[in-house]
């Protein structure tokens, strides 16, 4: 790697370069969305929520628009959105990477031998070779004393998807939950039949070659996302 691929790398994974474009609408509706929050914030800054142990805080997104704050937040929020909107086309930009660091991190991004993930513990960067990771993943999936092979199809899934809403409709015939929690945890069979994906954090804490990972399932948009929320609430130490 060049040395300036590996400064670029250490400016860390939430290192956000200056867009070389921006969607107008994606601004205006983002942007809305940010007033909207902070004014909300401050419409019930005075509101302790207090929840118990035993009481569930699971509710679907807010669209509720509360009205103008304080003359103070309205000026932050005004010379924010000033500052914000200079990023649209006509108007100069500032680019926080230079034209060798540009290259650089698209070559990082055209580099298919590679695999770059943070670490399973610090905040390093971890440059992965991907037929290494790749024997890494399939060693885990071969490990039959964790992982067992299914075949499942669409239909399963979907059944899957009915398994999951029907068992929180049950929790809210029983008093359990109410009408809010049962939408939140509603699953909408569109995303019936996503997977989950695997991927590995390297361990380097542990050794610098011939390095372990850390499996991780995303369950994002899956059948089973919502119930594992639950559960993980339910399982909190008290």
Not at 110 to 129: L, M, Q, T
Not at 193 to 199: I, L, S
Request: positive net charge; aromatic residues 10%; glycine residues 4%.
């Amino acid at each position: 790697m060049s040395p300036t691929e590996i400064e670029l790398l250490g400016k860390g994974l939430g290192f956000a370069p200056t867009p070389s474009s921006v969607n107008e609408a994606d601004l205006y509706r983002d942007f809305a969305e940010f007033k909207r929050k902070m004014r909300c914030k401050w419409h019930f800054r005075n509101e302790v929520q207090n929840y118990s142990s035993n009481s569930y805080n699971f509710k679907s997104k807010s669209t509720w628009n509360p009205p103008l704050g304080h003359a103070a937040l309205e000026l932050f929020l005004s010379k924010t959105e000033k500052d914000v909107f200079a990023l649209l086309p006509g108007v100069t930009r500032v680019f926080n990477l230079n034209r060798e660091e540009y290259l650089a991190m698209r070559n990082l991004q055209n580099d298919r031998s590679i695999v770059i993930k943070p670490a399973d513990k610090g905040s390093s960067v971890v440059i992965w070779d991907r037929d290494d990771y790749l024997k890494e993943g399939d060693k885990h999936l071969r490990d039959t004393d964790t992982y067992k092979k299914v075949q499942i199809s669409e239909n399963d899934l979907v059944k899957l998807v009915e398994k999951s809403n029907c068992f929180f409709d049950e929790m809210k015939r029983k008093g359990v939950i109410g009408e809010k929690e049962r939408n939140y945890f509603k699953i909408n069979f569109k995303n019936a039949t996503n997977v989950g994906k695997m991927y590995l954090l390297p361990k380097i804490h542990k050794k610098l070659y011939d390095v372990h990972g850390r499996p991780v399932i995303s369950n994002c948009d899956m059948a089973t996302e919502k119930v594992s929320e639950f559960l993980d609430h339910i399982l909190q130490p008290k």
